[in-house]
């Protein structure tokens, strides 16, 4: 799979742009201005984005983008399909890895859209951009419920690490891929 990119905003794949999404458009859906943050990113912001986010989602993006503003890159991104211009899903790292310790990614995407290789190829891009900005290993924390996760990032090699990442009470099963 080929990947390009832009600049830090968009990573294209074959089928798809992965936007950051703005700190200015999240500030806008955390005051539940769906127009304006809809004006200020470039697409709508569907029903199905605004019930896989809440509050806390939010303010980590925005003062995540506000405290290291040249590491936009290292935030969530839309999932964009480059032939309608769909919002289909979002994905993005969980912070720059000088923050988190290490290049993490994480992906959603909707339930009409499932099954059809989008998540796959959003986090090769997503895998693809960390190698370009220097990290050699990437991490991904599923739950251990999550069997379509799991295979996921089973059929792009990454590998059960040794790290542990735990989310509230539960425990999600670490993955890397090393290049």
Do not use: K
Not at 160 to 179: H, I, K, N, Y
Request: proline share 3%.
């Amino acid at each position: 799979m080929v990947v390009t990119m832009r600049d830090d905003a968009i990573i294209e794949t074959p089928r798809l742009h992965l936007v950051v999404l703005a700190a200015s458009a999240l500030e806008a859906l955390r005051s539940h201005d769906h127009v304006t943050a809809a004006q200020l990113q470039g697409f709508r912001f569907t029903d199905e984005f605004l019930a896989t986010v809440n509050d806390v989602f939010l303010s980590r993006q925005i003062e995540g983008q506000q405290r290291n503003p040249t590491s936009r890159g290292w935030y969530a991104r839309g999932i964009v399909r480059r032939d309608d211009g769909a919002l289909i899903g979002h994905c993005g790292f969980h912070g720059t890895p000088d923050d988190v310790g290490r290049a993490e990614i994480g992906y959603t995407v909707f339930e009409p859209y499932r099954r059809m290789g989008y998540a796959s190829e959003a986090a090769q891009g997503l895998v693809s951009w960390a190698r370009s900005q220097g990290s050699s290993t990437v991490f991904a924390s599923v739950s251990p419920e999550n069997h379509a996760s799991r295979a996921l990032v089973g059929r792009l090699g990454f590998q059960l690490s040794p790290t542990q990442s735990t989310r509230g009470a539960d425990e999600d099963l670490v993955f890397e891929l090393r290049q």
